[in-house]
């Protein structure tokens, strides 16, 4: 009777346990600009999978589309529907001018390794940036690169005459537009899901962004000539609401911020070889390709004309901008000369 009294003691305590972690169990939603498979859905997935195996959380990702366009699921983070979203600078110019510091060209190397340094060790990136997501209402968990932005053209180009004339699609940011002024051609921004069609009927000639995007989005179908200007890389953030991440409990606040390191630590192992393993997709998949790789002397006269668009980041950004600027470039010669 004694054994009887206790087992049941023991299974009503473990069905109470069971009931109040499933009360404490949340479904967070997360969504991000790409596809199954691309970049942000491989760190959206990494971040989905610790999370749910180290907790009773779930985790939903809304891919592109899904919710809207980048500007839509932005929205729906700041108003609360959404608790995760990824979004990149690209389009986040308007609600953080700052952010357009990845578009002034050739600020960053080439160079992935150090690429990947700057992101691990820069104030700017772990400490400056999380403080202006801040007061927007967002914490900022991850700032991370996707691969060197490559221009697609209707026919290859060399030199900045070469652009004059051309529509280049640019993300919605300001900077950007004055980035491919300096460089000759017409910016035209677009929101992502009117660059395929744009390119399709010639109302854009052209666009940027990294290889694994111009073959998953099939872009060298519609845009078939790439060129490597070596003038900078693609960019994103992850973050949070930051009403919803305040209201978590300091265990599951250290829960999301593990999960948001391992997704990072898995999406650096990811882009590194990308590239090349989409570029050679590409080229299996089409003949029209061409791919072009500016030498130094032709990379000096888009290069040179890169103090203009500073000039105008300073201008959009003012004394904040001008620090974080100042602040970018400390970290950058930090890993350039180590
Ligand atoms: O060009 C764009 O708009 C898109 N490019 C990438 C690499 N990711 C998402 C973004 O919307």
Redesign the pocket.
């Known amino acids: 009777m004694i054994v009887r009294n206790l087992l049941t003691a023991a299974s009503v305590g473990a069905l109470l346990f069971g009931l109040s972690a499933a009360a404490n169990a949340d479904n967070w939603r997360y969504a991000h600009?790409?596809f199954e498979g691309?970049?942000?859905d491989v760190f959206a997935v990494a971040f989905k999978e610790y999370v749910e195996d180290n907790s009773d959380h779930t985790v939903q990702v809304y891919r592109?589309g899904e919710l809207g366009e980048?500007d839509d699921i932005m929205e729906q983070t700041q108003a609360g529907i959404l608790q995760f979203v990824n979004q990149?600078p690209?389009?986040t110019g308007s609600l953080i001018p700052e952010a357009q510091i990845f578009f002034i060209p050739y600020l960053l190397p080439t160079d992935e390794e150090t690429v990947i340094e700057f992101f691990n060790t820069s104030t700017a990136i772990n400490e400056t940036f999380p403080e202006l997501y801040a007061e927007q209402g967002l914490e900022l968990l991850k700032m991370y690169p996707?691969?060197e932005m490559v221009v697609t053209l209707d026919e290859p180009f060399t030199s900045p005459d070469d652009l004059r004339g051309k529509n280049i699609r640019t993300?919605t940011n300001p900077l950007l537009s004055e980035t491919y002024r300096a460089f000759g051609a017409t910016p035209t921004p677009l929101?992502?899901g009117e660059?395929y069609g744009g390119l399709q009927t010639n109302i854009i000639q052209g666009?940027e962004?990294?290889i694994f995007?111009i073959e998953s989005g099939g872009l060298y179908e519609v845009s078939p000539n790439l060129v490597f200007t070596g003038h900078g890389w693609?960019t994103?953030a992850m973050m949070a609401n930051q009403d919803f991440f305040d209201g978590l409990s300091e265990e599951d606040q250290q829960l999301v911020r593990d999960a948001t390191e391992a997704a990072y630590e898995h999406i650096i192992e990811h882009i590194s070889g990308l590239a090349d393993e989409s570029l050679e997709a590409i080229q299996e998949a089409s003949d029209e390709v061409t791919v072009t790789r500016l030498d130094e002397e032709q990379i000096q006269a888009f290069r040179e004309r890169a103090p203009q668009v500073e000039e105008r980041f300073v201008e959009m950004t003012g004394d904040r901008g001008a620090e974080l600027l100042e602040q970018f470039k400390d970290d950058l010669e930090a890993v350039t000369n180590e």
């Open positions: 600009e790409e691309d970049v942000q592109f980048s990149s690209g389009f996707e691969g993300m929101p992502w660059v666009q962004n990294p995007w693609f994103t």
